[in-house]
């Protein structure tokens, strides 16, 4: 119940491209979906994050689409840059609780030039 | 704002030494986490303070490892007696218990400290 699944494990994807990641959990009780970008020798740091109350949130390039009934959420990094190549996590926890965040397993995102 | 900062970046010790790790938080942060990570996975959360209170620590800690947040400023992380299986990445974050709402739930990162037990 508490295990959040991410997929996939790496992502190659061309300069321009659209990338995307999927999460599915299975507490139905969390309220807070963020995504966390981290880079070789640095620690994680939060892309962008959703409530279940929206079924989507887009900040520049980066998209959250959220599928409350499916239990699954997504990032879309669209026209994706070289320097977008890091791992990324999805997490989920509630709100007022954030240090019990549960996180994926991460995705390698590697962008060809 | 000058960030979550953690001392040393690296260590290498030998088994059975005792290490300990300090973090400076983001000073009106009064939240302050260690998190655990080896390669190719997420944190795995240790435990929590709230100001100086150690308020949740993981039940997969071991005895060896105890924090502290003596002014509930910085932070250390100490363990004992080292073993091969503690090699990780040691990542500390803070956050501010009433953020502003672009910030609720934001966890803030330090660089982290790199473990190794030879």
């Known amino acids: 119940q508490q295990q959040v699944k991410q997929s996939p494990q790496s992502l190659i994807v061309q300069k321009g491209g659209i990338s995307i990641i999927n999460c599915a959990y299975e507490?139905?009780?969390?309220?807070?979906f963020p995504w966390y970008q981290q880079f070789p020798g640095k620690g994680p740091a939060l892309l962008i994050a959703i409530r279940p109350d929206v079924s989507e949130k887009k900040e520049g390039r980066f998209t959250i689409s959220f599928n409350k009934s499916a239990k699954q959420f997504s990032l879309h990094i669209m026209d994706s840059q070289p320097g977008d190549s890091a791992t990324y996590f999805c997490?989920?926890?509630?709100?007022?609780?954030?240090?019990?965040?549960?996180w994926g397993a991460g995705t390698k995102l590697i962008i060809k030039p | 704002d000058t960030g979550v900062s953690q001392d040393p970046r690296h260590k290498i010790t030998k088994r059975g030494q005792n290490v300990t790790f300090r973090c400076d938080p983001i000073s009106e942060h009064n939240r302050l986490y260690w998190y655990r990570q080896t390669l190719g996975q997420g944190p795995e959360f240790l435990t929590y303070f709230q100001n100086e209170a150690q308020l949740e620590k993981s039940r997969l800690l071991s005895d060896r490892f105890s924090a502290e947040r003596p002014k509930g400023s910085f932070s250390t992380l100490e363990i004992q007696r080292t073993e091969q299986g503690d090699s990780a990445m040691y990542l500390c974050a803070s956050s501010q218990l009433r953020a502003r709402h672009t910030d609720l739930g934001k966890l803030f990162f330090g660089s982290g400290t790199q473990l190794s037990v030879l």
């Open positions: 997490a989920a926890s509630y709100l007022d609780s954030n240090y019990q965040l549960i």
């Open positions: 507490n139905t009780a969390f309220d807070y």
